[in-house]
């Protein structure tokens, strides 16, 4: 064994074929051989370069792909996972629909929300990111269908109970009115360590307010270019990268605070 093996299912990631998950279950349905014998062990070790791999009886590449790192303004009512015939998908825009490997998005925003979002095939970084506890505070700029009275501000920074879990926020700043037509609405800064789907969407339901615009500022110390528009996206540069394997390289819960609620937390099915 050499400082560069690693498991059928870890290199199947690393070529950008598929989640190291996929992956796994690529090889328990018997799709992938090792050295022309059929394997359905994901654990197996294999030699990336000596070790002759196949998926549905084609051989793999040697060598994985270059690691990509793209920084994504996110449109609103754009999917961040696969598209349909009737959604758009950040997967349709015309660099990412040519690359010859996959990338993945993260974090997965919801779709009726804009903003940060990288594009990567870096496998090692993403799945650390999918583990339990792995939550880099996210800055948030968002459009309220009305102004928080003080009640209200000091419930949300509190605590409030949901049907999956106790919510809050760390901080929460009022930036200023907007006008909506019929109505005045408010802006806010967010800051917030919860990935959960949806999360702003349903704590603020719960005291009846919508939101009318939402947008991911950053995430831990990477930030949304103010020149990156709508739709755009780059590559990053040496310190975002550094940025962001930081966060991948966290152990997992050091952000994440327990989440007691006060004793004036509301309670809310939401």
């Known amino acids: 064994m050499t400082s560069s093996d690693c498991t059928v299912s870890q290199w199947l990631a690393q070529l950008g074929l598929a989640s190291r998950g996929e992956a796994k279950t690529w090889v328990m349905d018997g799709r992938v051989k090792i050295g022309g014998q059929p394997t359905l062990d994901p654990s ?6 000596k070790t002759t791999i196949t998926l549905d009886g084609k051989r793999l590449p040697n060598a994985a792909p270059p690691r990509v790192y793209w920084m994504l303004h996110k449109p609103a009512r754009v999917s961040s996972t696969g598209g349909t015939d009737d959604v758009a998908s950040i997967y349709d825009l015309p660099r990412i629909k040519k690359l010859p490997f996959r990338v993945w998005a ?3 925003l919801d779709f009726q929300a804009e ?3 990288i594009l990567t ?6 799945e650390r990111s999918s583990e339990r506890g792995f939550r880099p505070q996210r800055q948030y700029q968002v459009l309220l269908s009305r102004r928080l009275t003080p009640e209200e501000i000091e419930h949300v920074t509190g605590g409030v109970k949901m049907r999956d879990g106790p ?22 800064v967010i800051h917030s360590d919860d990935a959960r789907r949806k999360f702003l969407t349903r704590l603020f339901a719960a005291f009846e307010v919508k939101i009318v615009k939402q947008v991911l500022l950053g995430i831990g110390a990477l930030r949304l270019p103010a020149n990156l528009k709508s739709g755009q996206y780059r590559q990053m540069d040496a310190k975002e990268i550094r940025q962001l394997r930081r966060l991948g390289e966290e152990r997992p819960g050091t ?10 937390t509301r309670s809310r099915e939401s």
């Open 167 to 188: 919510a809050q926020l760390q901080k929460l700043h009022y930036a200023q009115k907007a006008n909506l037509g019929a109505s005045t609405g408010a802006w806010y």
């Open 115 to 117: 903003g940060l979002v």
């Open 121 to 126: 095939n870096d496998s090692v970084f993403l």
């Open 255 to 264: 952000n994440a605070r327990k989440r007691e609620p006060s004793r004036k």
């Open 44 to 49: 197996a070790r294999i030699t990336p370069g």
């Open 106 to 108: 993260w974090p997965q």
